[in-house]
């Protein structure tokens, strides 16, 4: 059975994007729980940002997943050619 599902290439695009996901989300996350001037003052910003930066903190997590995920598949693979090699 070949738990490795995702190729090393996307693994590791994968792994590159969540982690740039995780960082701004968190940001933007931070910034609407401090309802920052820029973000929550004109009419079409959101009514309630507190909602809004605990659905940033949400997706960072899901990023976060993605990411686990991914790592998860380069010890895989680095454990299969070890494997390889040895037989």
């Known amino acids: 059975m070949q738990l490795a599902f995702v190729s090393p290439g996307c693994a590791v695009c994968c ?12 940001a933007l996350g931070l910034l609407f729980n401090a309802e920052v001037e820029e973000l929550t003052g004109s009419t079409e910003d959101p009514v309630n940002p507190k909602e809004v930066g605990h659905a940033c903190f949400l ?3 899901i990023y976060a997943g993605f990411f ?3 790592s998860c598949q380069q010890f895989v693979r680095k454990a299969d050619a070890r494997r390889a090699r040895r037989l």
């Open 15 to 26: 792994q590159i994007l969540s982690v740039f996901g995780i960082v701004f989300l968190v």
């Open 59 to 61: 997706a960072a997590a």
């Open 68 to 70: 686990f995920c991914c």
